[in-house]
């Protein structure tokens, strides 16, 4: 499973480099981001990173990516003894559209512009 924050107004993802596993959600999320014209960043994300984007209220969103789990909301997370409640605890948004989308394509509920749906015969 991948990490995925919404800080700023901008999805921010650790960067592959060895021991963050590439993944078909992972390139999904980012290419639907970018696609509804979210800036998307690749870069190192530290733990006081995200402390500090916590504390001044930019730290808006938080979900993990992979296979099985698709689209996972993050309502806390912890560090130490330090708790952070991710907005009000509950799916954000982008988290939320992300998942209906990429469901919705899988299930064929929701049209595939992108030619992500194959025919197993």
């Given at each position: 499973m991948n990490i995925m924050f919404k800080i700023n107004g901008k999805i921010v993802t650790p960067m592959l480099n060895g021991s963050i596993l590439p993944g078909i959600t992972r390139n999904s999320v980012l290419f639907l981001c970018r696609q509804w014209g979210m800036e998307v960043e690749e870069r190192k994300v530290s733990v006081d990173e995200l402390i500090e984007a916590q504390k001044n209220g930019t730290l808006e969103e938080v979900f993990g990516t992979g296979t099985?789990?698709?689209?996972?909301?993050?309502?806390?997370?912890?560090?130490?003894?330090?708790?952070?409640?991710?907005?009000?605890?509950?799916?954000?948004?982008?988290?939320?559209?992300?998942?209906?989308?990429?469901?919705?394509?899988?299930?064929?509920?929701?049209?595939?512009?992108?030619?992500?749906?194959?025919?197993?015969?």
């Open positions: 099985a789990a698709v689209i996972s909301p993050v309502g806390k997370l912890r560090y130490m003894d330090e708790v952070m409640t991710i907005g009000d605890g509950n799916i954000g948004p982008v988290t939320q559209k992300l998942y209906d989308t990429i469901t919705g394509i899988q299930t064929g509920k929701v049209e595939d512009k992108y030619g992500w749906r194959v025919r197993a015969d």
